[in-house]
């Protein structure tokens, strides 16, 4: 627990229980690290070294949990302090408020690493217990542990951002939902661009530590992608998703040569001038109208597609130059 609270804050702690010192003070990409406390808690637990070594005395099991740990990422479009101040007042509303102790640590993407630059992210290490004046309360709160609570931290962490890019001048929006759910509410509301970029299969996160060991696989000459593991279902959806968004957008461009012939025609008879086709060339126009609009949407659908298709081909190709030649293999195929 000391080693992993003083790696997420980059700091140098005394692990009282083992006798050792984790020092992660040179760790690079930490933007910002600071316990906040519940009004009236006693001011020691402001203290990082103090209260992850009260927490691992006050259990007894070799098994027991020891914290909460919640990872959330940061809306890349916001600068450092208003990223600091979303994450503040989330972690005090929802967690804080509730009498938990929160060890906040926001990290920031390395450039020297290759990170992805859009990657600022906050680790929240919660305590299993009340804050008191005191220190903390000998019993565990069982019912943070409830889905029903876990379901409503996220969709107030979603709203949290929404409203924070919105003062921003922002026009980005977050959704914690599933992809079905936010596929049928886009069809509910006719946004059919939207339910197709949508309709896909969720990636899985994989995480540095995943990632560096797949890449020890490679140099030693192995295929890791085609295993059963986290990298290897990635790369398979992602295989699957291009493939999904290539059939949908060639039935989209059939459909648009379709409707555009169609169009043709009804612009002819809709210029006829004879009085005796005058009820022929008003239908003529009024389907024209129509014909026109369906176009807009296919194209917007047909747009999104592509642009998601190249989306997730590039994520594709990230994971094959990461991972090896066997998987660039593949990747001819879909291109």
């Known amino acids: ?25 040179r760790r690079r990409g930490v933007a910002h690290a600071e316990i906040l406390v519940p009004d009236g808690a006693a001011d020691w637990l402001r203290d990082r070294g103090k209260l992850w070594n009260c927490v ?11 914290a909460r740990e919640i990872n ?28 938990m102790v929160a060890d906040v640590a926001i990290h920031r993407p390395v450039a020297d690493k290759g990170e992805d630059q859009r990657n600022h992210h906050a680790h929240i290490l919660l305590t299993l217990r009340r804050a008191t004046a005191q220190g903390l309360h000998a019993v565990k709160t069982r019912e943070w542990n409830s889905r029903d609570m876990l379901k409503a931290w996220r969709a107030a962490w979603a709203a949290y951002q929404n409203e924070t890019l919105r003062r921003s001048g922002h026009r980005s929006v977050v959704d914690h939902r599933t992809l079905d759910a936010q596929r049928l509410d886009a069809r509910n509301v006719g946004d059919h661009a939207r339910a197709a970029v949508l309709h896909r299969e969720p990636e899985l996160h994989v995480g540095p ?7 020890r696989k490679r140099c ?11 990298v290897g279902l990635n790369v398979r959806r992602l295989e699957r998703n291009v493939l999904r968004m290539r059939r949908q ?24 001038p004879s009085q005796s086709a005058r009820e022929r060339a008003a239908h003529a126009r009024r389907r024209r109208m129509q014909v026109l609009w369906l176009i807009d949407q296919l194209d917007r659908v047909f747009f999104a597609l592509l642009g998601i298709r190249e989306a997730q081909l590039v994520r594709k190709s990230r994971w094959s130059n990461r991972l090896g030649r066997g998987a660039r293999l593949r990747l001819q195929f879909l291109e």
């Open 249 to 272: 957008a060639l039935r989209m461009e059939v459909r648009l040569v379709s409707l555009r012939r169609h169009l043709r025609r009804y612009e002819e008879l809709g210029s006829v």
């Open 1 to 25: 627990m000391i080693a992993m609270a003083a790696y997420r804050a980059g700091a140098r702690l005394a692990d009282e229980r083992r006798g050792i010192v984790a020092d992660y003070s």
């Open 56 to 66: 691992e005395r006050l259990e007894g099991r070799r098994d027991a949990q020891l």
């Open 209 to 215: 530590e995943v990632a560096a060991r797949e890449r």
């Open 220 to 230: 030693e000459r192995r295929s890791p992608i085609f295993e059963d593991n986290r």
């Open 72 to 99: 959330i990422a940061l809306p890349h479009e916001l600068d450092d302090g208003q990223r600091l101040a979303l994450v503040r007042a989330f972690v005090r509303e929802q967690f804080v408020a509730l009498g």
